[in-house]
């Protein structure tokens, strides 16, 4: 039996709001055949299960026969996107666009050859405006072949002026493929390797970067030619833990965003993005009341009557959202107050479990985890971390995987379960053995933990201050500040050596931050 992540079909109609359910039905009602009326009762049939069950449809609709289904499915999964496609498209500028240039090509066809070149002069004026210059080529291609097949009575040197503006628009395109393919390729090797580990990481991202980044000026550049210029040194940055230079580009990124409104408005899934990745620099360098400002911007963004919508900006909004309100939790050190959103937060889990991958959901359940663990409730932590420790996919997200690992043996001995302490040690052996990147912080806290049941209740707070001021030095190298990124580990060693809470520790933390 298929699942839902699996089926097509099903993953669409599960994504429509109730607003374009009822635009597909009246859609699909004016096609008035048999066939219509057969892949509307498979379209009510699927939209009235939690689960993809062909069985269940055939039993419901017997009218549809099993060799059917197949063609049936098709032809309903064609009519979805064309009706979704009418929808929107007073939303999608670029379907617009295409649409005109369709309808030049069959005032083309018909011979009318001025109407076509003045549709198309409307087309490119668009294009040209939303910085679409993919759609510029296309119609200064159609242009060309019209002025040189047909005596259009056009301007004398219109033949020039048409190849001086492709040989510009060229230029334009072939600048923003290069940059986006550096922005692309260094985010894949963020996803890759994360931050440097080490010298030669940081010779060889750089090398790279260098060699890649073609020149720009910036003051003639296009707005797609600023944005992936600064995307890609969002992500050069963010390997190379240079978090003050990350900062600023991603504030760049920003503020393009809100020199173009209108581009705020067409590409807002990008200006998201880049707002996550401001609030995201900012949590790094500690800088809260930037966080704090940036994060209000987009909450204020999501809360706007009038922006667009779509599933995938709401999808955005939940995923940018609810990942930086527990940031913002983690700087205060307001563990138990954080734990008021979670309840909202596992809906959002359910309700988004089609488009959210398994890489977010583990960092989410990763983060409920922290804060369960830092209000002082090592059970639950317990709970959340083995979602992600016996996940199936090992390899996904190493880091998160190894410290969910650290983090469960440090909620066991908080929780007192001495009886599953050795199996908990033997776990996190066997897993750093199999890790290819093992660093010395993970080591250190390690070999710790291991060794803390041979520890004489007396002399634990002396161990603590040992193990804190061995981190303190791991941290010095900038390569191995990598993993305090995750975990707060010398806060907790911190409130054992105080024997405080761990949030009361990063509550005073906080009051210094800027």
Same mark, same amino acid.
């Given at each position: 039996m298929p699942s839902e992540s699996s089926d097509p079909v099903f993953q669409l109609i599960k994504s429509l709001t109730r607003t374009e359910k009822r635009h597909f039905r009246l859609f699909a009602n004016r096609q008035g055949s048999t066939d219509g009326l057969k892949f509307l009762q498979l379209f009510d049939a699927l939209d009235d299960m939690e689960r993809y069950d062909e069985e269940r449809v055939l039993a419901r609709v017997p009218a549809i026969k099993k060799v059917q289904v197949a063609n049936l499915k098709a032809n309903l999964y064609r009519q979805l996107l064309a009706s979704l496609r009418m929808y929107h498209a007073g939303q999608n500028l670029d379907i617009q666009l295409h649409e005109q240039l369709d309808y030049a090509r069959v005032l083309y066809n018909r011979g009318l050859y001025q109407q076509s070149l003045r549709m198309l002069e409307k087309v490119k004026a668009a294009a040209h405006q939303a910085g679409m210059?993919?759609?510029v080529l296309l119609v200064l291609d159609f242009e060309k072949m019209i002025e040189g097949q047909y005596i259009t009575r056009s301007l004398r040197d219109r033949a020039k002026e048409l190849s001086e503006e492709a040989t510009v628009t060229?230029?334009?395109?072939?600048?923003?493929?290069?940059?986006?393919?550096?922005?692309?390729?260094?985010?894949g090797l963020y996803l890759k390797i994360g931050h440097t580990r080490n010298q030669q990481d940081y010779e060889r991202a750089t090398a790279f970067f260098h060699k890649e980044l073609p020149p720009l000026d910036l003051r003639q550049a296009s707005f797609f030619e600023q944005l992936y210029y600064y995307q890609a040194h969002v992500w050069y940055y963010t390997i190379t833990q #240079?978090? %003050?230079l990350c900062f600023r580009y991603a504030q760049k990124w920003v503020d393009l965003f809100e020199h173009h409104p209108i581009m705020r408005e067409q590409q807002n899934m990008l200006y998201l993005k880049g707002l996550h990745n401001l609030l995201i620099t900012s949590h790094n360098l500690l800088y809260y009341s930037k966080f704090a400002q940036v994060l209000a911007q987009l909450e204020a963004f999501s809360a706007d009557p #009038?922006? %667009?919508?779509?599933?995938?900006v709401e999808m955005l909004l939940f995923l940018y959202i609810y990942t930086n309100r527990l940031n913002g939790y983690f700087m205060r050190g307001q563990f138990t107050e954080g734990l008021t959103i979670v309840p909202d937060l596992l809906?959002?889990?359910?309700?988004?479990r089609l488009q959210l991958d398994s890489h977010r959901r583990l960092v989410f359940y990763y983060k409920i985890a922290s804060l369960y663990f830092g209000s002082g409730q090592p059970d639950k932590a317990i709970e959340y971390l083995n979602k992600v420790i016996y996940f199936k996919?090992?390899?996904?997200?190493?880091?998160?995987?190894?410290?969910?690992r650290i983090l469960n043996l440090i909620a066991h001995y908080e929780a007192g379960r001495d009886e599953a302490l050795e199996y908990q040690v033997r776990s996190v052996y066997r897993f750093l053995g199999?890790?290819?990147d093992q660093q010395q912080m993970q080591v250190a806290i390690f070999q710790f933990l291991r060794n803390l049941g041979d520890v004489a209740p007396s002399q634990l707070k002396d161990a603590f201050i040992q193990l804190k001021d061995k981190l303190i030095r791991i941290a010095e190298n900038p390569f191995e500040r990598r993993p305090f990124l995750y975990l707060d580990i010398i806060s907790w060693l911190e409130s054992k050596i105080e024997n405080v809470p761990v949030q009361e520790i990063i509550r005073r933390k906080f009051s210094k931050l800027k």
């Open positions: 210059p993919h759609i060229v230029s334009h395109v072939a600048r923003e493929h290069e940059l986006s393919n550096l922005a692309l390729r260094m985010y #240079d978090f %003050r #009038d922006r %667009r919508t779509s599933p995938n809906a959002g889990l359910d309700h988004f996919d090992i390899s996904l997200r190493e880091d998160i995987q190894c410290f969910a199999k890790m290819n």
